[in-house]
């Protein structure tokens, strides 16, 4: 069995950067590793957002205006969802519903959400592996001063509006991960570790919660890697930098080694931090353009971020 790289992703960022390696990676050699700290029942449903939005970018399906979703998207049933008196908080497309009926059919059949994962993704012609966090539901719940959110209600319903106190993952200590996973981390066949530039608290902390995930990049010794999702003192996307702000954390390329330093080797930095040092010298800064506006960009730094691992492997 060949060695292979493990990429952690959230959402939108984390899915940027998975386009990136999934373009000059064979399947084969790499393993995408998406939080599942976002997924709820809706309708009934069971909705994936993070996993939805990683595989429909690898499949060049998703909305690039939007960042999620999918490209061309109606909304016909939300509308008349919408006539019947329905709240309609949590936006669904008629194409995307389909996914999730999809997902929710296979899973009451018993199959398990890594299987259900890679036969949705097949379906849509996307090769390589995206695997869930968990198999059974691991859940972001944040704390604010409006009380206790789960992350949808939190990040989409008020618009990541309230001021965050503390993020807990309910369901971390009783997490089954993939059997796949379990046994590439168990046969040592892991030649390197990428922590995309997703949301530190929402999107990768809820995969470090796991234990079992947690204790294998502690203790390995293979290079790992993390994107800032800071630059120049803002997010990227998304609420990183309020976040960070309203739990009394400075929102700096700093910061982010210091929360990633029990882990990381290497943080990739923006040329617009290019002054910053690290803190420690058990961490090496290195300076690319980060934001990944474009094809192109999204596959330079997937490019630059794999010659390092290699180099340090």
């Known amino acids: 069995m060949q060695r292979k790289v493990l990429a952690l992703c959230g959402g939108v960022g984390g899915a940027k950067l998975a386009y990136g390696l999934s373009k000059i990676v064979p399947p084969e050699e790499i393993i995408f590793l998406v939080n599942?700290?976002?997924d709820f029942i809706h309708f009934d449903l069971n909705i994936s957002p993070d996993l939805d939005t990683v595989m429909y970018?690898?499949?060049e399906l998703?909305?690039?205006?939007k960042g999620w979703g999918l490209r061309d998207e109606t909304w016909n049933n939300l509308e008349i969802l919408k006539e019947y008196g329905v709240d309609t908080w949590f936006q669904l497309g008629d194409k995307d519903l389909a996914t999730h009926i999809r997902r929710t059919q296979l899973l009451k059949d018993g199959k398990k959400l890594s299987d259900v994962t890679k036969s949705l993704s097949q379906s849509l012609g996307v090769q390589h592996i995206i695997l869930p966090m968990s198999e059974n539901p691991v859940q972001t719940i944040v704390k604010t001063d409006k009380g206790e959110l789960v992350f949808q209600e939190y990040f989409v319903k008020y618009q990541c509006a309230p001021k965050v106190e503390q993020i807990n993952y309910v369901g971390n200590?009783?997490?089954?991960?993939?059997?796949?996973l379990k046994?590439?981390?168990?046969k040592n066949k892991f030649s390197g570790v990428i922590i995309c530039p997703s949301n530190p608290y929402l999107s990768v902390d809820p995969i470090l919660s796991i234990n079992e995930i947690k204790t294998f990049l502690v203790e390995t010794d293979i290079p790992i890697l993390a994107i800032s999702p800071i630059i120049a003192n803002d997010s990227i996307k998304g609420p990183t930098s309020k976040i960070m702000r309203e739990m009394k954390i400075n929102p700096s390329v700093e910061s982010i080694a210091q929360h990633y330093s029990e882990l990381i080797d290497v943080l990739v930095i923006d040329h617009k931090d290019a002054n910053c040092q690290p803190m420690t010298d058990s961490m090496t800064f290195i300076v690319d353009s980060i934001y990944m506006s474009n094809s192109e960009e999204k596959i330079s730094?997937?490019?630059?971020?794999?010659?390092?691992i290699k180099e340090l492997a």
């Not at 200590?173 to 796949?180: F, K, L, R």
């Not at 730094?301 to 390092?308: G, I, P, Q, S, V």
């Open 36 to 38: 599942t700290g976002d």
């Open 183 to 186: 046994e590439l981390i168990n």
């Open 57 to 59: 970018t690898l499949a």
């Open 62 to 65: 998703n909305d690039p205006k």
């Open 173 to 180: 200590e009783t997490a089954e991960i993939p059997t796949y």
């Open 301 to 308: 730094l997937a490019t630059n971020c794999l010659e390092k």
